[in-house]
């Protein structure tokens, strides 16, 4: 199924964990997914997060499967072999964290670890059928986790429930404490973004069913948010792995990417700078009057694999995930299904530091929305 990049077998707890080959495990190559590094020289040490998974109950058996140098969003990897979508075959895993979403929805661990830039866990995620969360920045360590210097980037978990989702987020962030909310004094922001009418009438069906104050909540810069995005993330990654265009062994989509990458300037990450302070206000303001914001993860349904071969062609995918990457605040995606079974995902976004907070009322929503399901999707 392409999903695992090799197979583990470190510590010997109960709980079965995969983690994205952009993250150091002592002795062993981190290979970004791409040909270029398949040689380079073995890690020295485990990243702070596999210490801290290796000291719980918990087994790592494999590293996964990513778009190459987590630089792509369907998870469609030329060199590598795509990971297998199990619920939805015909449709791109997403990515950059393909196979640590795909190696849940394929019942391989029990949690996975991804890394999310511009949407590279809630997108998987929201394509495979899963939960994923993307912490506040800074809030999970980065110590031995590829690129070493971003602005953007976090690291958290894939599960198949939210239990298993605050289950893995206890164990990476020794800080995290599961915590009771109350609910009486719990309000919820619907932020009415532009997204596909079905996917809306599949959340505002849930909506319905969550027995919390709701209020309706618009937003003006999401647009700008996003194209910021874009230039730090480019700025970035080009910085990071210019010298990865020089082997001649990126697949041709990447290079090509990265190449265009290259041509965003300092004053292009000044303006982006400048909407990051502006959109993270905005933000913080909607978040001081209601709890929690919701909102689609995905504007539309994930392409089919066989529509996927130009990344730039599907982007947009990630207008409604990577704002919050520029901003920081911590995001979950929820999943659910339409009636003619397509993905979609249902995105909470808390204030900075809130993960416990963010995490207590998706799993609230859950019970609710699931429970009336029977336990389904």
């Known amino acids: 199924m392409n999903i695992i990049s090799r197979s583990l077998s470190l510590g010997d707890g109960k709980i079965r964990?995969?983690?994205?080959?952009s993250i150091d495990i002592q002795n062993e190559v981190t290979t970004l997914g791409t040909q270029a590094r398949v040689e380079a020289c073995p890690a020295n040490s485990h990243a702070e997060i596999i210490k801290n998974i290796l000291s719980s109950d918990c087994k790592i058996i494999g590293k996964t499967h990513l778009h190459e140098l987590a630089f792509g969003i369907t998870g469609v990897n030329k060199n590598f072999g795509t990971p297998l979508n199990v619920k939805y075959p015909q449709l791109i895993p997403g990515g950059s964290s393909s196979g640590s979403a795909a190696a849940i929805a394929a019942d391989i661990a029990d949690f996975s670890i991804g890394t999310d830039t511009g949407g590279s866990i809630r997108m998987p995620a929201a394509c495979c059928g899963v939960y994923g969360l993307k912490p506040s920045f800074g809030r999970v360590s980065r110590d031995g986790?590829?690129?070493k210097d971003t602005t953007l980037d976090c690291v958290g978990p894939f599960a198949s429930d939210i239990n298993n989702l605050i289950l893995a987020m206890q164990i990476i962030d020794p800080t995290f404490n599961e915590i009771q909310i109350d609910l009486q004094q719990i309000q919820l922001g619907i932020l009415r973004v532009e997204a596909e009418s079905e996917i809306w009438r599949v959340l505002d069906a849930e909506l319905t069913k969550i027995d919390l104050p709701q209020k309706n909540l618009f937003i003006d810069n999401i647009d700008e948010a996003y194209?910021?995005?874009m230039s730090i993330i480019n700025y970035e990654t080009w910085g990071a792995y210019h010298d990865l265009t020089q082997t001649g062994?990126?697949?041709?989509?990447?290079?090509?990417?990265?190449?265009k990458a290259s041509e965003t300037t300092q004053k292009d990450v000044e303006n982006a700078e400048l909407i990051r302070t502006q959109f993270t206000e905005q933000i913080n303001d909607l978040l001081n009057n209601v709890d929690v914001l919701i909102l689609p993860t995905l504007p539309q349904f994930p392409p089919k694999l066989d529509e996927a071969e130009n990344t730039v062609t599907f982007l947009n995918l990630t207008k409604l995930v990577r704002p919050f990457n520029l901003s920081g605040h911590p995001a979950l995606t929820i999943p659910y299904e339409t009636s003619n079974g397509l993905p979609v995902g249902m995105q909470l976004i808390a204030k900075h530091g809130e993960d416990e907070k963010l995490c207590a009322i998706a799993q609230h929503i859950v019970d609710i929305t699931k429970h009336s399901q029977g336990g389904g999707k």
């Open 17 to 21: 964990v995969v983690v994205k080959d």
């Open 145 to 147: 986790v590829w690129p």
């Open 227 to 229: 194209q910021a995005g």
């Open 249 to 259: 062994l990126l697949a041709n989509d990447v290079q090509q990417r990265l190449l």
